[in-house]
Structures are given as C-alpha cells and as structure tokens.
C-alpha cells in the first residue's frame, strides 16, 4: 500500500511517500528550486519521493492532501460575507487543491483517468496532530497543535491511542498564537515570512516589561472553555480585511500583509521600521511577546495533562518551533515526554496527511517510529566525485584527499579543535528546517568568539540569532539541566553553570541552548564526528548551524561546494572527500 502525502499551494510546499507504512521520503521543495519557504505544487519534491520509493505515479493507492474545504464552513461563509475580496483570494487557492489530480498528471506528463489513487482532503490540524502522534514513540499521547491559520483553525488538541486520535476541541479564526506571534514580530520590524524565530532569539536579551500589554493583547477564553484563549481584536486587523497571503506561487517566497492595528503602536509606542536600530524598548517588547506566549501555550499544555491523565505529549504546527517554549514543559507541567515533529511547521502535513489516512482512515497498526530526520536526498560516492571534478575547486587552491572515515573524523575533527569552519556534508538531506548533522556548518563551541566570525565570515545573520550545539545524547545530562532527548534541535535547555565557559559559542545569553541530541544509531558518523573531538578536548559536542548562506539549507553536493567556494569555510567534508583551503 502507498501513500503520497503533498503540501501543496502553501507555504513549506512539500511530499512525502508512505509504503506500508513506513516512511521512506519526505522533502521541501524549496530544497529543490532554491526558494526559502517555497508555496506552489511541489512537483521535484513529489518526483523525489517517487524515485526513491522506485514507484511510478500508477503504483500510488492514496494520495493526502492536508486541505478540507468543508472544515468550519460556517465559519468560513461568515467571513466570506464580511470580507469578500479575501473570500475570493481563499475560493482562488482552494480550486486549484480541486485539481491536484490534474496537476499531477501534468506534472509527470500523464493521463489523468491513469491515476487510480483514491484522493483525501484532511483538516489542516489534524494533518498535524497526526505528523506527531503517528511517528512517536508513544503508545499514548496527549496532543496539541498550534499555528498560524489552517482551515480556518489556529488551534487543535486531543489524545492519541495505538493507531487513532481523538479530538477534543479546536480554536477557529481569527484567534490564533501563531499570527500574534507574527504580527507583534512585525511591529518590531520583522515583516518577513518566517521572521518568527528570530524575535524569539531577540526576546533572551530583554526584559518582560510589558506584562499588563501583552495579557490584554492575548487574553484567557472570557467564555470559559477549558483550554481557550482569545486575541484582543482591536490590536489586529486579519479579523476585518482578511490576512493578505501569497501561497499559490512556486517561485516566490510567501508573504504576508500587515496585521497589527494601530492600537497596538498607540499601546506599546512607535513601530520599529525594518531598518531601524534595536533599542533596549524593542528587546523589552520581544521578552514580553515571548513570555506572554509561553503563559498560554504552557497554560494549555498543563490543562492539557491534566485532563487527559497522560504523560506524554506530541506537538505540532508553527508554534510548536518555539524550543524556548517547549524547554519549559517539563517544568511547568506534569508531562514527562515530549516529542515535536523534525518538520512540526507546514511542510509536515505532508507527512502527517499520509499517515491520517493510514491509520485513521484505513485502520492499520502502527509499526513505525520517526527516530531521525534524514529523509530526503542522498548522493552517491560517484555522484560527489563528479560534482568535484566539475566544479572550480582544483582551481582554488585546495587541497582534496578521499580518506577512510575514522581518518576523515579525525582530521575533521582536529580541524575543528584548531578553530577552523567546516562544512560537513554527508548522506540524506534532513527533513525541516534545522540542519541535524548531515547538512551542517560546524565550529568549535569552546571559542567565545565563534558567533562573530561565522556571522562575518559565512552566515551574515543578526548578531542577537543563536548557534546550536550538537552533543552526544549519552552526555547531555552532565553539560545541560535537562537530559530528555532532543534529536530534532526542538527544545532548548540551560547549561549548567559550570559548563557554560566550556561552551560559550553556542550558549545564548540567557544561558540556554537550542541543542541537537545524536545518538550513535540515528547519525553514526556525526556521532564519530562529535566524539573524536571530545577525545582532542573533553568537550562532547560541536557547535552546528545550517550549510546555508542566506538560502534554503544546501541539498546537492554541487550547492556545497558552491557555498563553500564563496564563503570563507576553511574546510569541506564531502561525503569521503576533505578539501581544504591551502593557506
């Protein structure tokens, strides 16, 4: 039995294929056509997974689609008659998931009447949920996924149990954590999609100041269910024009029109414009938007547990990125296991749509545990050969040796230990956003001013963004204050006191990392990596940030050895080869 699972005309458009099921590709397409946060229908991503699971579209039983049009649809109908142009933009998009099936077969110059899969539309939310559950290791598990907008819901949550989920509620437009997090980012001057993540990172270097604001511009359900919460309208304006979106478009990245009000600025002072400087105020703003959102999402979450008596808990959606967020769990409610999707945001509803319909629709039992993240494309040895030989790196004075891998790790490591800058490229390209070991930029983390030189030297990022460490899972309880797993780089811990001048690169200001847990199972040559160099240093972990420059995380051999070239990397690991720069 095979399940395509697509995203499609949405931010994060993405695939996924599902055999018997067992996950065997998942991928972005802005991996593929090399715009960030790519929408459009992700027709290379669909061609990827095909070829990986050796199937042609013929072989396909199920396609999933994490679109619902009949979801909500009073709900829908009433906005439609307040806000008709929105209305018309959303009824734009929507026919274009009617002809999925058309798209396909054009996509992969087929007949259409050739395509035998049963097509399902799943609610956006539940997609979701079940991206979470369904690849947990959990038997049982509350869930809860928050994001921005989807099928008219911002908010969902249930329970899971062997191979179903149930719903308890859901939270509808227009009130929704994920676009107050975006709107509040974009007063301070972070209008871009995806800017989110930033201000969390800006937030560590302030102050919550603005406490009184930021409960009156979130606020507790006045109408008294268990798990609600609302948004202080007159400070947004989605709920009068609609949020003005662009997800139809392959080639552009997605955008958003403004959403805070006037009242906002009138309450918290003048919009910072893009360009602006940070000032001590905007620090205090980000710390309060952020502490008001863990309020809520933790709040929920504690209500959440004890409702449903469980343990452990799945999320998803955007706001489930928030690894501040997420690194309080443990100790703000009573869940003992946490466990966030590698791709929690759209591009997994790929994975969670296919899922949906084979446990939730079909009936089957579950048989699989998504342990890594290394789902999408892997070159060969040959493959990497020819993309040296072709590029302009012999021209560059460098020096190139193919070695065996404990000599590779070695030398790698050493490498790092004398303070170079390594790109480290090896197997499958990850699934999400975080680079997790395979498509990575690595540094020594012992070196207070390794931020800076990366910032100058390759990433050319905002000076207040963090790095995150790799560490070997067998050590986090001794360098971080918290122990539980942490493979996909989704929570952030603090580092014990006495560890944090042993590591100060990737240690935030406010003294936590956003940490990536690596087990010798999931990812045994990063984990010789790691531990090579803890032999040199008696530090196990590396300081890991993603092999990008300003563009979606490289995927090709050819996109590294490019981004190498035209960074100041000291050195690249390509699968077997070290190339280095001759001094």
Not at 64 to 79: D, E, H, I, S
Not at 121 to 129: D, N
Request: proline share 5%; aromatic share 10%; charged share 20%.
């Amino acid at each position: 039995m095979n399940i395509l699972g697509i995203n499609a005309y949405h931010g994060n458009a993405s695939a996924a294929v599902v055999c018997d099921g067992t996950l065997v590709a998942a991928v972005e397409e802005e991996r593929f056509n090399r715009v960030k946060y790519a929408a459009g229908f992700p027709a290379r991503a669909i061609a990827y997974c095909l070829t990986e699971a050796g199937l042609g579209l013929e072989n396909i039983d199920h396609v999933a689609v994490p679109r619902n049009p009949y979801a909500r649809l009073g709900t829908k109908l009433f906005y439609a008659l307040r806000m008709p142009s929105f209305a018309r933009n959303r009824l734009k998009v929507l026919a274009k998931f009617t002809g999925i099936r058309e798209a396909l077969a054009q996509a992969f110059h087929a007949d259409p009447a050739k395509i035998f899969a049963q097509f399902h539309r799943i609610e956006h939310h539940q997609a979701h949920l079940a991206s979470a559950f369904f690849v947990s290791p959990f038997e049982s598990a509350a869930l809860l996924s928050a994001d921005g907008l989807g099928d008219f819901a911002s908010t969902m949550w249930g329970t899971g149990r062997g191979g179903r989920m149930e719903v308890d509620a859901a939270i509808a437009f227009p009130h929704s954590l994920g676009l107050y997090y975006t709107a509040v980012s974009q007063y301070l001057g972070f209008p871009r999609f995806g800017d989110e993540y930033k201000v969390m990172g800006l937030a560590a270097y302030g102050q919550a100041t603005q406490m009184e604001a930021f409960r009156d511009i979130v606020r507790f359900d006045a109408n008294g269910r268990e798990n609600g919460f609302q948004l202080g309208l007159d400070y947004f304006v989605h709920h009068l024009s609609g949020p003005e979106m662009s997800w139809a478009e392959a080639d552009k990245t997605p955008t958003l029109g403004k959403l805070f009000s006037q009242k906002m600025a009138e309450r918290l002072g003048p919009a910072r414009g893009p360009e602006e400087s940070l000032e001590s105020r905007h620090r205090d703003l980000a710390a309060s938007l952020q502490a008001r959102l863990e309020e809520v999402y933790l709040g929920m979450l504690g209500k959440l547990a004890k409702r449903s008596g469980l343990k452990s808990v799945c999320l998803a959606g955007g706001v489930a990125f928030n690894c501040v967020a997420n690194g309080k769990i443990f100790d703000c409610t009573p869940f003992e296991n946490v466990y966030v999707h590698p791709a929690a945001g759209d591009a997994g509803l790929a994975v969670g749509a296919a899922y949906y319909v084979w446990h939730q629709i079909l009936g089957k039992p579950r048989s699989f545990v998504m342990d890594h993240a290394y789902w999408g494309p892997g070159y060969s040895a040959q493959e990497i050969r020819s993309a040296i030989g072709a590029s302009n790196v012999r021209r560059q004075a460098c020096g190139i040796m193919e070695l065996t891998e404990e000599e590779l790790t070695r030398r790698a490591a050493q490498m790092i230990a004398d303070g170079k800058i390594l790109g480290w490229f090896q197997g499958r390209a990850e699934w999400g956003p975080r680079a997790l070991g395979n498509r990575s930029i690595v540094a020594d983390p012992r070196r207070a001013d390794m931020k800076d030189i990366l910032n100058h030297r390759i990433k050319h990022r905002e000076i207040f963004r963090p790095f995150a460490p790799s560490i070997l899972a067998e050590a986090t309880g001794e360098w971080f204050e918290k122990s539980h797993p942490s493979p996909f780089m989704t929570l952030a811990y603090a580092v014990r006191p006495e560890k944090r001048a042993q590591i100060p690169a990737p240690t935030h200001v406010d003294g936590t990392g956003r940490l990536q847990t690596v087990t010798r199972e999931a990812n045994p040559r990063y984990w010789r990596l790691i531990k090579a160099f803890q032999d040199l240093t008696g530090v196990p972990a590396v300081l890991n940030t993603s092999f990008n420059d300003n563009e979606p995380i490289v995927c090709r051999p050819e996109e590294a050895l490019d981004c190498f070239l035209r960074t100041r990397m000291d050195a690249l690991v390509l699968g077997d080869f070290l190339i280095s720069r001759i001094a």
